[in-house]
């Protein structure tokens, strides 16, 4: 029996595609069981171990037997936190609309199932997604599978990869119904700051095709900063916005728990509706002791993380100034996240492309980079610092001597 030939995929799942970095993965995987030593700096999580606290609270939590389904939108505690959170962080618009409260946050299975809720609940077939590029790679996919199209806004390293407010006004048509911010970047670092964000919110206040646009303000990284500038929220900066705009965050790369998937959106209460409605009739509230786990960790000090993002900031240099040995690749320093975008055009045999030349170096040079193609950005490879100082640097060093040879 050949158990795949009845099956067909809905009609939105067929223009979908496989994750790249899975592939590359898989090769890394290969080559060290066959022995080879392979530096992989692919890596988008941090290395850093999950806060005691938050191990501690599990521990409690099974003791205490918290083993029973929760509210879909998360238990009020971990609300309450991630709105006192989100209020500290946007005074502005606490100033002009009260504090944010439990019942404007859903607590979702990462920062991912927070923006598929809001594409899902918001998309109708064909509107547009408006994805400013480079950007991060489920974005098209999940604004496809949810049967929006997306609209890709090219960025350039001269432009800092940010998009401008005149692309953003030639952008917005009548189909237009979603606008995602990423800052910091993943993958290119860039960090919006609040004149940026401003501009662009007067863009979506003044534009006539602007009036059904929801901005989806991916803010994942909030904490990695890694210059002497300020994190700005994009309601923070425009909170005359706020009835549209669904802020994404989570503890993912913040507190290093990728594996225990929380997340979360905070809106207005129509948003918050509409995307607890999707959460109830599909996955439900998430694991309950993920959420005793992300109380605690929400409890913490800022100056728990700084350490981190210290070493996350060492290591941003120390990669940099190996890779300017390398004349050709063009690249901006990171103002915030772990990764950097490496424009490696230069370095291109004849016919390649940044996948085939990913597959070379990792081949030749035993170091995996992962291609820009599916961050929207051909000719370039992102380089991530999420691993420890001495394989980062040895890997550096081995990317640059083997384009210097
Ligand atoms: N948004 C961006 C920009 C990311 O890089 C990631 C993870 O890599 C996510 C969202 C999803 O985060 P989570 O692991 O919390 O689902």
Known sequence: MNPGAVFEPSRRLRNVTESATLRLNAKVNQLRSQGRDIINLTTGEPDFDVPSAAKAAVEEGLRKNLSKYTPVAGIAELRERIAARTSRQQPTVVAARGEWKASHVVVTNGGKQAIFNALLATVDSGDEVLIPAPYWVSYPDMAK?????????????????????????????????????????????????????????QVIRSHPEASRLIVISDEIYDRIVLDRVQFCSFAEACPELVDRIVTVNGLSKSAAMTGWRVGWSVAVPAITEALAMLQGQSTSGINSLAQAAAVAALGLPESEFEGQVSMYRRRRDVALEILHKAGRIKMMSPQGAFYVLLGVEGYFKPGEDATAFCERVLEDAGVALVPGDPFGMPGTVRLSFATDETSLASGCRRFVDYLNR
């Open 145 to 201: 599978i949810c049967e929006g199209v997306p609209r890709i806004l090219s960025t350039t390293l001269e432009s800092g990869w940010k998009i401008t407010p005149e692309q953003l006004r030639e952008a917005l048509g009548p189909k237009s119904r979603i606008l995602f911010l990423n800052s910091p970047s993943n993958p290119t670092g860039a960090m919006y700051s609040r004149d940026e964000l401003r501009a662009l919110g």
